[in-house]
Each structure stands twice: as C-alpha cells, then as structure tokens.
C-alpha cells in the first residue's frame, strides 16, 4: 500500500479523496494555484505546493508541476479525482514513466475507453449497442458528410474529459460547422484535447450508468445503477439509484453487459459504464475511466467506499468481496450545489462565504470545500457542494432532500437551492418518467 499519495485536483473532491487517505493511514499532498491559497483541501493535507497562477491551465493541467511536486514530496502515487487530468492517457504515462502509480487506469486503457470515440468502436467490436455516431472530425467537409448519414438532430462531442463540456447538440446543417469549432475549442481548454466526434442525438431518452470496480486479478464487479437524466447543458443536476424506470430483468441485463465488457478489454480499478435508455432498449454512450461526481449515490446504497478502494486497485491489492455479497440498501438521491444564479440565465457567482450551516441528520451527506469566510474564486467549475441522502424508500428520500436543501444556509453566493427545490417536486421527477430534456422543458416554463 502506498505510505504517500499526491492529490492532482482541487475543491470537494480533492477534500473527499484527502479524508479517505487519512482513514487508511496514507499521507497526503495537496496542490494549487495562487487563487486557491486558501482553499479547504490545501490546509487539510499534510503538505501543499504551488503549481502555477490561477487559470486550470498553467496549474491544474499543468502536468510537469504536478509530477515534479509528487517526486519532489516523496508521493508514489498521484490520484487525480474526476475531471482536470483524470482521463488523459498522457498524464498517466507520464506518471509511469516517472515511478508514480496513476489511480487510474494505464494510458493505453484510457486511450481505448476514455477516448469516447474509440470507446464506442471497442464496444461495438464487443457486441454492445451503440448510437450511430462517427469518427473523430478532421474538417468541416467529413463533418457535413457524417452529419447527412447520422441525420439531424446530433451532438457534437468531445471524445475527452466530461461534465458536459465540448457538446454541442444541432438541429440543421447550416448551424454544424460552428457548433464544431465551438466544441473543439471548449473541450480543448477544459481537457487539452480538442478532438470531436459525432452522435446521433437519441430524445427523448434517460441516462443511465452502471458503476464498476475491477482489481488486477479478473475481478469484475458493477455497483448497480445511477439514474443520471436531469441535466442542464449535459451537466448532471441531480442523480439517484436505482432507476424507477428499469425492471428487475432489464438491470440484470445492463449489469452484465457491463461486467462483460470490461472483463473482455481487462479494465483495472474504477470507472462506469454510461447509457441512454429508450423503453427496454439501450444503447452505450461512452465510458468515463475515473471517479465520478455523483459516487456518493452508490455508496450510501451499498457501503462501498468507493475512493479507498479505488486506491486499493491501483496498489495492486484484490477485492475482498464478489458480486454476490453486493447488497444494496434504500433509495439514495444526490444534487449539486452550484454557485450560480438561475434568474440571470444561470451566471456564475463568486464572494465570500459570510453564513454556512450544513444540513444533517441520518443519512444526510454534505460533500463540499466551503468554509465560512472562504473566497470563492472565479475561475472554475460553478459546483460548490453536493448535498446526498439515502432513505428506506423513493418517497422517503425526496422528502429526506426536500427538508435537508430547506436546512443548508450557503450566504454570500447565489446558488440554486430554490431551483432544486422546485425540481424534486415537479410531475415529471415525483413520478420518475422525466428524462434528458425534462430540465430545459422546466427552465422554458419557469421563464429561466
């Protein structure tokens, strides 16, 4: 087991990932960017470096610092939570090339799978389902060309990173061209990587994943279900498990096309297997080869930590339980906190934390780096908590969150509070039917 493991991210994850490290008796090292000076994740680590100003691209991607820092601190291990470098095979390289375990998969794995064009060839090979898409675009021709076979509407889609970014969804021929160039420039400043491909834009549909975890001795095991479906801008909102739309024997049969797909390409540690779901019908989507933003959700359901065991892979050691002692628990639903305001078309907002009182009680969660007093800086990702709770029952848990988002205070910023509030109690989520474009359908009413 590593003795020292450096943290390559900032905010609520990098906190998450220092407090499981602290649990299992591993050190901890902590980088950031002269804007993130203060921030929670550097004072609770047992050592810090800064690595650069404050744009995430001479810091948070800057990969060079972040290896020196972890040869520099004695680190074995460099884990880069969910975003920022969590799926660039280059960095993982890097890493190896250098004596330093990436908590990840190798380069190769995640050229093969988290590049989401060449994830979707590999399962196709594989015999799962896949959603008329094409090759990675090389110039506006080729894209005119796929976009007449693909037919309209479609998504342009980054084939690195996530969260959302470098998507574009188009509606007609006229308007392709520009949503090319718009996401290959986005997803080039959010991941280093400005590749695009084309998707065929399945609605309406719901989102839903599989979570796995798979050690270095064929070992594959899938978590269950994440209902992922309310999303703005392909940004997830809100997600839970199980899924109320899926049957019994469609998620058994989910399950195991995930478990055998990465048992055939031998995937190693942990990551989740994205699809949209039409009826009974599903189709695979792509594969995000790291941590995701919403694991709390499967760890409140099933008692599986799924940060210390993340780490576990990477050192090499076996799972200690098979697919059959998987129990899941309850009904767990998690949202995100996002400093942003809803009434001005969603602008960013940043200042000072002046009130913050968590919510509690059983089964409530509050994932966050905010402090009362702390300056939230202007230059990253809008999510600034996650709020999760888990109860015996669906109906249980919407109540559970009603009352948890009525107990958080956050003064200083806006947020969306009021916006989830009005969202876990429209229609469309209390009786489980809404899916990828519920959200934007509420937004439009709602005038927002």
């Known amino acids: 087991m590593f003795s020292k493991i450096l943290i390559a991210n900032r905010g609520e994850i990098a906190v998450r990932i220092i407090r499981a490290c602290k649990e299992m008796g591993i050190a901890t090292v902590a980088v950031f960017?002269?804007?993130?000076?203060?921030?929670?994740?550097?004072?609770?680590?047992?050592?810090?470096?800064?690595?650069?100003?404050?744009?995430?691209?001479k810091s948070y991607l800057n990969q060079d610092a972040i290896i020196t820092c972890a040869l520099l601190s004695g680190a074995q291990a460099v884990h880069p939570g969910y975003g920022l470098l969590s799926e660039n095979a280059s960095f993982s390289r890097k890493c190896a090339q250098s004596g330093l375990t990436f908590i990840g998969p190798d380069g190769d794995t995640i050229d093969?799978?988290?590049?989401?064009?060449?994830?979707?060839?590999?399962?196709?090979?594989?015999?799962?389902?896949?959603?008329?898409?094409?090759?990675v675009i090389e110039s506006p021709e080729q894209a005119r060309r796929w976009a007449e076979k693909i037919g309209f509407p479609l998504l342009v889609k980054a084939r690195s990173g996530?969260?959302?970014?470098?998507?574009?969804?188009?509606?007609?021929?006229?308007?392709?061209?520009?949503?090319?160039?718009?996401?290959?420039?986005?997803?080039?400043?959010?991941?280093?990587?400005?590749?695009?491909?084309?998707?065929?834009?399945?609605?309406p549909a719901k989102h839903v994943e599989m979570q796995m975890l798979c050690d270095n001795f064929g070992h594959v095991i899938c978590l269950g279900e994440r209902e992922c479906s309310m999303q703005r801008k392909n940004q997830k909102v809100?997600?839970?498990?199980?899924?109320?739309?899926?049957?019994?024997?469609?998620?058994?049969?989910?399950?195991?096309?995930?478990?055998?797909?990465?048992?055939?390409?031998?995937?190693?540690?942990?990551?989740?297997?994205?699809?949209?779901?039409?009826?009974?019908?599903?189709?695979?989507m792509e594969m995000n080869t790291r941590l995701q933003v919403e694991h709390p959700v499967t760890e409140m359901r099933t008692g599986v930590d799924l940060v210390k065991w993340q780490i576990r892979a990477a050192a090499g050691l076996p799972l200690d339980f098979t697919q059959q002692d998987v129990r899941f628990s309850g009904h767990a639903i998690e949202c995100r906190i996002c400093a942003e305001d809803p009434r001005r078309n969603f602008a960013p907002s940043c200042g000072t934390i002046s009130l913050l009182h968590v919510p509690g009680g059983p089964w409530v969660r509050f994932d966050t780096a905010l402090y009362q007093g702390y300056a939230i800086p202007p230059f990253y990702d809008s999510m600034i908590a996650k709020l999760i709770v888990c109860a015996p029952t669906r109906e249980e848990a919407v109540r559970k969150?009603?009352?948890?988002?009525?107990?958080?205070?956050?003064?200083?910023?806006?947020h969306n509070r009021e916006l989830l509030l009005d969202l876990?109690?429209?229609?469309?989520?209390?009786?489980?039917?809404?899916?990828?474009?519920?959200?934007?359908?509420?937004?439009?009413?709602?005038?927002?």
């Not at 876990?424 to 927002?448: V, W």
């Open 238 to 284: 809100l997600e839970e498990s199980p899924c109320a739309a899926i049957s019994p024997e469609l998620r058994q049969k989910m399950m195991r096309c995930a478990i055998d797909a990465l048992s055939a390409i031998g995937y190693r540690g942990l990551g989740t297997i994205e699809f949209l779901l039409q009826g009974d019908q599903f189709y695979f």
């Open 33 to 57: 960017s002269q804007a993130d000076r203060d921030a929670l994740h550097v004072s609770l680590a047992d050592e810090s470096y800064c690595i650069g100003p404050a744009p995430a691209a």
């Open 162 to 203: 996530g969260g959302g970014r470098g998507i574009r969804k188009v509606t007609q021929q006229d308007a392709l061209e520009g949503a090319v160039i718009a996401a290959q420039a986005e997803a080039q400043s959010a991941f280093g990587d400005g590749a695009v491909y084309l998707e065929k834009f399945v609605s």
């Open 112 to 135: 093969r799978m988290g590049d989401k064009d060449q994830a979707r060839r590999t399962m196709a090979r594989a015999g799962m389902p896949v959603t008329p898409g094409s090759g």
């Open 424 to 448: 876990i109690d429209s229609p469309a989520f209390l009786d489980g039917t809404y899916h990828t474009g519920t959200l934007a359908q509420l937004c439009e009413a709602g005038g927002q």
């Open 401 to 414: 969150l009603n009352s948890a988002l009525c107990e958080m205070v956050v003064e200083g910023v806006c």
